[in-house]
């Protein structure tokens, strides 16, 4: 029986959200800096994981948010990018995960692996890369909390927007019910949060623009000023 979907997320409800990736943060000080960007106002925490396969580099695995959610019971997102997510859900959801974001282009099943996620007691996101088309969520878009559109080339942080998703994003915001997020990732800054903001995202993930910053505090408000006042 479809669920109706939810918001898995209670410290991000209504009004824009900013999403930190922990990809570019300082892993030699990674406490200091999550609590700094939860104490800045961050709806929720964003943890990128990279196979190697899926997209050309690596990053953490399930034992980084075991450690991240010893340390904070802040929401934690977690983007799989690997090649086979029916096999990394459950380790992540057993590491703390609330929520996991899959890539619909490395699902062979879209509506197994959002029942499993359920099971589970977990958020379900879905995103897409640059090149697939808004129409390939159509099936299961009703089914899902989230959707997640790449703003970049997944694989690497510090990348540049690309502008010519803000019409992808405008075609799933309009699919898209009043509980059901819709998140950006890539190349978000004052500028292009504002563009996809007023294109119907609600949910920003940013790494460098926060994390490369010398005052967090500030870039999360930055950022989280700059969606409020495309959409006021
Ligand atoms: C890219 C990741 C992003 C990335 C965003 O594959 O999904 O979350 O870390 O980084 P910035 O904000 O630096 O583009
Ligand atoms: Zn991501």
Not at 174 to 192: A, C, F, K
Request: glycine share 8%; with cysteine.
């Amino acid at each position: 029986m479809p669920r109706t979907p939810h918001n898995p997320w209670p410290t991000c409800q209504a009004g824009p959200c900013i999403a930190p990736s922990l990809l570019a943060c300082d892993f030699s000080r990674a406490g200091q800096q999550i609590e700094a960007v939860i104490a800045a106002g961050a709806g929720v925490l964003h943890v990128d994981i990279m196979d190697g396969h899926f997209v050309p580099n690596l990053s953490m695995g399930p034992g980084f948010v075991q450690k991240i959610r010893r340390f904070t019971d802040h929401p934690l997102d977690v983007h799989i990018m690997v090649d086979d997510p029916a096999y990394y859900i459950e380790r992540f959801a057993d590491a703390g995960a609330d929520s996991i974001t899959f890539h619909i282009e490395a699902a062979d099943n879209p509506a197994e692996l959002i029942a499993r996620l359920r099971q589970l007691g977990l958020g379900v996101g879905v995103t897409l890369k640059p090149g697939t088309k808004a129409e390939s969520l159509w099936p299961i878009i009703d089914e899902v909390d989230m959707v997640l559109v790449m703003t970049v080339e997944p694989g690497y942080g510090g990348q540049k927007f690309m502008p010519e998703m803000l019409d992808k994003i405008s075609a799933i915001a309009q699919r898209l019910g009043e509980s059901q997020r819709l998140q950006v990732d890539g190349g978000i800054n004052p500028e292009t949060v504002k563009l996809c903001a007023a294109s119907g995202a609600d949910v920003f993930v940013a790494g460098e623009n926060i994390f490369a910053s010398d005052d967090i505090d500030q870039a999360v408000k930055r950022l989280q000023q700059a969606a409020i006042s495309a959409v006021s």
